[in-house]
């Protein structure tokens, strides 16, 4: 099997979804992401808002400093991310200017997604795939706010 055959979007999703995984376990709300560059994960987060008490500590800000970090550069440009839940307009304005190349989410997010906005937020470059595992994403989400109300 070729490597560009094994590494798909649904395979890189399904290690953002660990990440979101490791959130859940912490009990913050579970979206998680991968920066992945010439079919290498170069960043890796998951939301931990209630731990470092950071609003804007959301799995795309981690995932985009680590990468950042990685490469020595704050420009991604030549990168992707796969996040399980659709950036909200902080971290679109973030992927932004990393100049990110490609943005894949699994779920999208009605009430609080860049998408749900008249202004474009992400790199004029920047495309952009959703639903890649949705129906995984969501119902991580679906479990973890049913969690709660309980």
């Given at each position: 099997m070729a490597e560009n055959e094994i590494y798909t979007d649904e395979y890189f999703m399904k290690i953002a979804l660990q990440e979101a995984q490791k959130a859940f376990a912490?009990?913050?709300?579970?979206?998680?992401?991968?920066?992945?560059?010439?079919?290498?994960i170069?960043?890796?987060?998951?939301?931990q808002t209630e731990r470092l008490v950071d609003v804007t500590a959301h799995a795309e800000m981690i995932?985009?400093?680590?990468?950042?970090?990685?490469?020595?550069?704050?420009y991604l440009d030549n990168c992707t991310i796969y996040v399980t839940l659709e950036p909200c307009a902080m971290c679109a304005g973030a992927l932004n200017w990393a100049k990110i190349s490609k943005v894949i989410f699994g779920a999208s997010d009605a009430k609080n997604g860049f998408s749900t906005t008249?202004?474009?937020l992400l790199h004029p470059k920047t495309e952009v795939?959703?639903?890649?595992?949705?129906?995984?994403?969501?119902?991580?989400?679906?479990?973890?706010?049913?969690?709660?109300?309980d």
């Open positions: 912490e009990e913050e709300v579970p979206v998680g992401a991968v920066v992945v560059c010439n079919n290498k170069i960043g890796k987060g998951y939301n995932a985009i400093t680590a990468a950042a970090n990685y490469l020595g550069s704050k008249n202004t474009r795939k959703s639903n890649v595992l949705k129906a995984e994403c969501e119902t991580l989400l679906k479990d973890f706010f049913s969690r709660l109300r």
